[in-house]
């Protein structure tokens, strides 16, 4: 056979491979002896934020057993939703997925969108993250007994800021602390910044008094002094901070934040149980042991209809934190 010949032959071979638009990028590959395309991951936060070091910390893990991501997209709004309407209209696309989280539950509470997480495809909860308690180093507050007292006394003296809208994680802590040490959380301000990488200048600078935040942002910070640890809000210690937990300082208060991974809707049973079985391979490893270790997370694996069932539940938390029944 010539050389035009096995051409003509090879076409007409991949048009009964391929679909009218587009081959499958099994068949590429066979055919052309191209690797299968990487996956794009979407951090729905500011660069630095949250979501980004998770995304980040995926594609570094993943790397290592052999799952290639080809791009972290970093595309901000509305405390994630920018990001699930983005993933809710790539029906079908195996190669995309969301990095999420409580923020994400939270933000849904409060803001119009036009898809809900029940649009998309739950893929696993990797890792969960506790709060802490941050003001500036110049700050007269000391102790978590300091900050409390002032609290009581003058609610609305005191400006918080979080890097999440009220009902995401750094909003749902302060509102529990609030009750917790008894104050009413809507007698003192909250502000609201797009992750870490927006909060940080505000707390250094003392526009703002006190931050609730998740730890692995604050690390370097907390390390060097720039800001001071009061509490975290875990059931023990974080290594590397120096800051008593609340119990330890008589607040009978627990709180984590979490972080998952969504698809997008549309996928084949065999693709979700891939990623799900990527996920499990990941969170297995020795590199993931020492990425929880350097930034304050727990491994938190939960998968498929499991994962689908503790969305639903944290989204009966994040409205019965933001509206809480009343008696009578």
Do not use: K
């Amino acid at each position: 056979m010539n050389r035009r010949l096995r051409i003509s032959a090879l076409a007409a071979l991949l048009a009964v491979l391929c679909t009218a638009t587009a081959c499958s990028a099994g068949v590429s590959a066979m055919v052309t002896g191209a690797e299968e395309p990487g996956l794009r991951v979407i951090a729905p936060s500011v660069a630095g934020g949250g979501y980004d070091l998770t995304a980040r910390s995926l594609a570094r893990g993943w790397a290592a057993e052999g799952v290639v991501v080809d791009d972290v997209l970093v595309l901000p709004g509305s405390g994630g939703v920018v990001g699930l309407n983005r993933l809710a209209l790539e029906q079908g696309n195996d190669r995309l997925l969301l990095v999420m989280g409580l923020g994400l539950v939270g933000a849904l509470s409060t803001t119009p969108s036009d898809h809900e997480i029940a649009d998309v495809t739950p893929i696993a909860r990797l890792v969960t993250e506790p709060e802490v308690v941050l003001v500036p180093a110049a700050s007269p507050l000391r102790t978590l007994d300091d900050l409390t007292n002032a609290w009581r006394q003058d609610p609305a003296a005191l400006q918080f800021a979080g890097g999440s809208a009220e009902g995401g994680p750094d909003g749902l802590f302060r509102t529990q602390l609030a009750r917790t040490v008894g104050v009413d959380p809507r007698a003192s301000e909250y502000r609201v910044f797009d992750g870490g990488g927006e909060l940080l200048p505000a707390l250094l600078t003392g526009e703002v008094d006190v931050a609730t935040t998740g730890v692995s942002e604050y690390l370097d910070q907390i390390a060097s002094g720039t800001v001071r640890a009061l509490a975290v809000s875990s059931s023990e210690r974080v290594d590397g901070i120096d800051a008593p937990t609340l119990r330890e300082q008589g607040v009978d208060l627990d709180f984590d934040n979490w972080r998952g991974i969504l698809a997008p809707p549309g996928l084949p049973p065999e693709r979700v149980d891939r990623l799900i079985a990527d996920v499990t391979a990941l969170v297995g490893s020795p590199l993931w042991q020492e990425i929880l270790a350097q930034n304050g997370w727990r491994d938190a694996l939960l998968t498929g209809d499991d994962f689908a069932s503790f969305l639903r539940e944290q989204a009966d938390l994040v409205r019965s934190t933001i509206d809480p029944p009343t008696d009578g």
